[in-house]
């Protein structure tokens, strides 16, 4: 079963970069440029999992969060926060807000890819999606 | 007089805490195309890969570029970590650790070089009790000192053992790598010191300074012994949590 992946990241280089690595790792993959674009997406295409920046224009990561935990179906699908910052408070302020897990930016994507795989397996049959 | 003394003082201060500002902004900028840079090398071997292209020629370089990305994040981490200790804007957050759990995290997490493949030996005697600290400090102290552990050697793989005596942890990060010059081990702890020896092996000569810095603010003591060479050996020791009250 090919899952698919919602991608939230304002910088185009690496968003287009990124999409292209975890195509080619068989991943369905949907884009969007900022918090507000994502939970639209998120809403319209329920994704298997999320992978979000924190800083961004318009809604951030942070709020993205929060949006995610008050919605009666966002709430089940795992974020996985990637961010250039990596004080403590910072990763404990996200995963207080409901990330599943949180990579530091510069990151290997061997890394990335063990955390979407760990997450997958932990949340499917779990979460009460209607996919 | 005194009123022009006080404005340049206050605009002295004011560049200060701007150029500090600059410093902080930019480094967690640099890490932005850093990640894009990193993320581009990683698809370009996964599609030669995938095309049967890749060869060791390839696939020796593309390695290459991704560890000296992350050289540069290291360097960029220090330089920020050094900024924040002279702007005075280091808050301290201490709260009891599981040192354990903590190296334990690090070595599962450790990936400063994509081309070292080893992982270190993590010893535990004693009955493990928390210490009273600041994670990220503490975080800091050990991902540097294990490493250095790893960047200066190249054979086995380094040793971290953890020592729960009646009043403290005693944590020992030991490589058998190319030592430290007998000469050099006053100024070891000096910001922008390098040792003699270390030829190419890359650095900005802040990581044990900032080392030394956070063990100080977290009560804890710090020793090395080494013989060039042969190895070094770090010892640090912090207080139990009941014990530092």
Known sequence: MQHTILLIEDKPGLRDTLQSLLELHQYQVITAANGEEGIHMATEHLPHLVISDIYMPVLNGYQLLEAFQAHEQLRYIPVIILSARSATEEVNLALEKGAAAYINKPFLFANLNASIQHLLQTTSGSAPLNL | ?245
């Not at chain 2, 003082?9 to 200060?16: F, K, T, Y």
């Not at chain 2, 971290?160 to 403290?168: A, L, N, Y």
């Open chain 2, 1 to 245: 007089m005194k009123n022009g003394e006080t404005t340049v003082s206050h605009d002295a201060v004011n560049l200060l805490n701007n150029a500090s500002n600059i410093i902080a902004i930019t480094s967690h900028e640099f890490k932005t195309p850093l990640t894009a840079i990193s993320a581009a090398v990683e698809l370009l071997a996964a599609r030669l890969h995938t095309r049967q292209q890749m060869d060791a020629f390839y696939e020796k370089n593309l390695s290459r570029i991704t560890t000296e990305i992350f050289r540069l994040n290291n360097m960029l981490d220090e330089m920020l970590t050094i900024n924040s200790i002279m702007s005075g804007r280091m808050t301290l957050n201490k709260q009891i650790i599981d040192v354990v759990q903590l190296l334990t995290t690090l070595r599962s997490n450790y990936f400063a070089d994509p081309e070292d493949t080893r992982s270190f030996e993590l010893i535990v005697t004693g009955i493990p009790q928390g210490i009273y600290a600041d994670h990220n400090q503490l975080n800091r102290i050990f991902m540097n000192l294990v490493g250095n552990a790893f960047k200066f050697s190249r054979e086995k793989a380094p040793v971290v053992e953890v020592d729960f005596e009646p009043h403290q942890v005693v944590i020992r990060i030991i490589d058998d790598g190319i030592g430290i010059p007998e000469n050099d081990l006053p100024q070891l702890f000096q910001p922008f010191f390098r040792a003699s020896n270390v030829n190419e092996i890359a650095g900005t000569g802040l990581g044990l300074s900032i080392v030394k810095t956070f063990v100080q603010e977290n009560n804890g003591t710090i020793t090395v012994d080494s013989v060039a060479g042969e190895g070094s050996t770090f010892t640090l020791s912090f207080l139990y949590h009941s014990d530092s009250l």
